[in-house]
């Protein structure tokens, strides 16, 4: 039994090692070819996987299969049936289960000497000492909003020196990957180095918005006549009730009055699954585009880890729709970035509370920020939730924030909370340098070009 293990690794590691064990001329600098680098992959790399839907159960897969032994998945949402046709590691046994937990066990299961971690959660709640932990940060994520809050979280370790200049030790390297149908991307984002997710917020489309009279008078498309049952004619019946797109029930009643009103137009197309994407914006997935960006992911995370080749620069995309194109594109990091960039200013006076920091979030014109905690170092300085946490740092409010920041002249606090406008507000996290007038020879014409 042992030999059949024995071998069996062997012939796992066998291309592995062609990339391991031999020199090339696309290596990194502090590349040393050898097993000893083998087996420090195992031992101290740390990967975490954000995201265990179709795209995650692919990357873990990957991940385990290319010499990482210590990792760690995270994901918020439990197995739904419209899954499995896509989501490898899950079956018919496991709906209503955490798709963090089963895919774990599965691949585990697999793949022998790996270890995952899953955890069943929000990304918003966990702390960030668990993300300081890892080397590596993959991301398997379907939505806009979570990779802003990933992409804050790494970029909010990076350090800058004295010129302003990125310190390497303190980089969070993540890779980013995402598929919608036939098409796809994979990214390397070096924090500091290469432009950041939200650098280039604009690679990403706004979300197709129907006019009111349209769908009322003139609908022409399927889609117009469920969401006219959804954002119209719900509420003209269940006056004050929120419609709960995760309702079945509700889903179905949107389909019924959405096929009603199709029929009446002429209208071909209205399916329940229909219903499901337009109500929720869902876009179908398809099973072999999870698997190439996985792929595309799972090399460049190993390419990071070891240095066996220069990583991608820095965009990848890949359109299967009509055959097969691959393109690659080197985007500019925004020196003006408020997310890896070296840190908003904000100047203070000495006596300003820690309350009235948070009061003044909400106002200053590049952050809107409502509903803050804020920590300094591993200081939770003060923490809107949970409420357990709230009441022990209450008693901070009344205090000067200079004494807090141990009555240093300048530092970084991290701030998080909701950020934006009206019914547009998002979970955010930044980065602030605090500094402090007349502290160590910083005078108010010293911080003339603060924000």
């Given at each position: 039994?042992?030999?059949?293990?024995?071998?069996?690794?062997?012939?796992?590691?066998?291309?592995?090692?062609?990339?391991?064990?031999?020199?090339?001329?696309?290596?990194?600098?502090?590349?040393?070819?050898?097993?000893?680098?083998?087996?420090?992959?195992?031992?101290?790399?740390?990967?975490?996987?954000?995201?265990?839907?179709?795209?995650?159960?692919?990357?873990?897969?990957?991940?385990?299969?290319?010499?990482?032994?210590?990792?760690?998945?995270?994901?918020?949402?439990?197995?739904?049936?419209?899954?499995?046709?896509?989501?490898?590691?899950?079956?018919?046994?496991?709906?209503?289960?955490?798709?963090?937990?089963?895919?774990?066990?599965?691949?585990?299961?697999?793949?022998?000497?790996?270890?995952?971690?899953?955890?069943?959660?929000?990304?918003?709640?966990?702390?960030?000492?668990?993300?300081?932990?890892?080397?590596?940060?993959?991301?398997?994520?379907?939505?806009?909003?979570?990779?802003?809050?990933?992409?804050?979280?790494?970029?909010?370790?990076?350090?800058?020196?004295?010129?302003?200049?990125?310190?390497?030790?303190?980089?969070?390297?993540?890779?980013?990957?995402g598929t919608e149908g036939f098409k796809g991307h994979a990214r390397v984002i070096l924090p500091g180095m290469t432009p950041?997710?939200?650098?280039?917020?604009?690679?990403?489309?706004?979300?197709?918005?129907?006019?009111?009279?349209?769908?009322?008078?003139?609908?022409?498309?399927?889609?117009?006549?469920?969401?006219?049952?959804?954002?119209?004619?719900?509420?003209?019946?269940?006056?004050?009730?929120?419609?709960?797109?995760?309702?079945?029930?509700?889903?179905?009643?949107?389909?019924?009055?959405?096929?009603?009103?199709?029929?009446?137009?002429?209208?071909?197309?209205?399916?329940?699954?229909?219903?499901?994407?337009?109500?929720?914006?869902?876009?179908?997935?398809?099973?072999?585009?999870?698997?190439?960006?996985?792929?595309?992911?799972?090399?460049?995370?190993?390419?990071?880890?070891?240095?066996?080749?220069?990583?991608?620069?820095?965009y990848l995309t890949y359109n299967g729709v009509e055959g097969l194109h691959t393109k690659v594109t080197e985007f500019v990091?925004?020196?003006?970035?408020?997310?890896?960039?070296?840190?908003?200013?904000?100047?203070?006076?000495?006596?300003?509370?820690?309350?009235?920091?948070?009061?003044?979030?909400?106002?200053?014109?590049?952050?809107?920020?409502?509903?803050?905690?804020?920590?300094?170092?591993?200081?939770?300085?003060?923490?809107?939730?949970?409420?357990?946490?709230?009441?022990?740092?209450?008693?901070?409010?009344?205090?000067?924030?200079?004494?807090?920041?141990?009555?240093?002249?300048e530092g970084i606090v991290h701030v998080t909370g909701l950020a934006g406008k009206g019914d547009k507000k998002q979970s955010?996290?930044?980065?602030?340098?605090?500094?402090?007038?007349?502290?160590?020879?910083?005078?108010?014409?010293?911080?003339?070009?603060?924000?």
């Amino acid at each position: 039994m042992a030999q059949s293990t024995n071998s069996s690794s062997s012939s796992r590691s066998r291309d592995l090692d062609k990339l391991l064990l031999r020199p090339g001329h696309l290596v990194a600098s502090t590349f040393e070819p050898g097993t000893q680098l083998r087996d420090d992959l195992e031992e101290y790399v740390k990967i975490l996987v954000v995201g265990a839907g179709g795209l995650g159960c692919e990357l873990l897969k990957d991940l385990a299969l290319s010499g990482f032994r210590n990792l760690e998945v995270i994901d918020m949402d439990t197995i739904e049936v419209s899954n499995l046709n896509r989501q490898f590691l899950f079956r018919l046994q496991d709906v209503g289960k955490p798709k963090a937990e089963v895919a774990a066990k599965r691949v585990m299961e697999r793949v022998s000497g790996v270890n995952i971690v899953p955890h069943f959660c929000r990304i918003e709640d966990k702390e960030l000492d668990f993300y300081s932990e890892f080397s590596i940060i993959v991301l398997g994520l379907d939505s806009i909003e979570a990779r802003s809050y990933i992409n804050a979280v790494a970029c909010g370790f990076l350090e800058y020196d004295s010129e302003d200049n990125p310190r390497e030790e303190t980089m969070k390297p993540m890779v980013d990957g995402g598929t919608e149908g036939f098409k796809g991307h994979a990214r390397v984002i070096l924090p500091g180095m290469t432009p950041c997710f939200e650098c280039t917020i604009w690679l990403f489309p706004p979300q197709v918005k129907f006019p009111l009279c349209t769908l009322a008078e003139t609908p022409r498309t399927a889609a117009h006549c469920i969401e006219y049952a959804h954002l119209i004619k719900w509420d003209e019946v269940h006056s004050g009730k929120s419609f709960d797109p995760d309702n079945p029930e509700h889903m179905q009643w949107v389909y019924l009055e959405a096929s009603k009103r199709a029929e009446l137009f002429g209208i071909q197309g209205v399916t329940y699954s229909l219903t499901q994407g337009v109500v929720k914006n869902i876009i179908p997935a398809i099973a072999s585009t999870n698997a190439i960006i996985s792929a595309a992911c799972a090399l460049e995370t190993l390419k990071l880890a070891s240095g066996c080749s220069k990583t991608l620069s820095n965009y990848l995309t890949y359109n299967g729709v009509e055959g097969l194109h691959t393109k690659v594109t080197e985007f500019v990091k925004d020196k003006e970035c408020l997310v890896c960039g070296p840190g908003i200013l904000i100047e203070l006076d000495t006596s300003v509370t820690l309350k009235s920091f948070i009061d003044q979030l909400e106002d200053h014109p590049k952050l809107l920020i409502a509903g803050a905690s804020v920590t300094h170092g591993r200081n939770n300085l003060y923490m809107q939730a949970p409420p357990t946490l709230e009441e022990l740092t209450r008693s901070n409010l009344s205090l000067p924030l200079f004494d807090l920041m141990d009555k240093s002249s300048e530092g970084i606090v991290h701030v998080t909370g909701l950020a934006g406008k009206g019914d547009k507000k998002q979970s955010c996290l930044r980065k602030l340098r605090v500094a402090f007038k007349g502290v160590g020879g910083i005078t108010d014409t010293d911080m003339a070009g603060g924000a």
